[in-house]
């Protein structure tokens, strides 16, 4: 059975720094794109940062110079370090891989950053 789970998140004050983590069990890893995503209470979800199976990243404008997306194939996991986070950067994160017809979400991690 296919499943996908984040970890790593928590409570750290504002300038602080997390690393969430998911991963992929039963599939191919290496060939699905990977993306974060994350939702604050009462917005919607919103797209953060992705890494294709070609190693090419992107960013939002919001995070762009504070986060950074990474894989490691042989782990099927992806990875995204939080740098310099802010009270604004407070949601739950999801990760999301996706393939061909094949479109997986994990259940979310909690990030909250206190001012």
């Known amino acids: 059975q296919v499943q996908v789970v984040e970890s790593g998140g928590g409570l750290v004050q504002s300038g602080g720094s997390l690393s969430l983590s998911c991963t992929a069990s039963?599939?191919?890893?290496?060939?699905?794109?990977v993306m974060w995503y994350r939702q604050a209470p009462g917005k919607q979800r919103d797209w953060v940062a992705g890494l294709t199976s070609e190693f090419r990243t992107s960013y939002s404008d919001s995070v762009k110079g504070r986060f950074t997306i990474s894989r490691d194939n042989a782990k099927k996991t992806t990875y995204l370090q939080m740098n310099n986070l802010r009270s604004d950067d407070t949601a739950v994160y999801y990760c999301r891989l996706r393939f061909a017809r094949e479109d997986l979400w994990g259940q979310g991690t909690q990030v909250t950053v206190s001012s």
């Open positions: 039963e599939i191919e890893f290496r060939y699905y794109g």
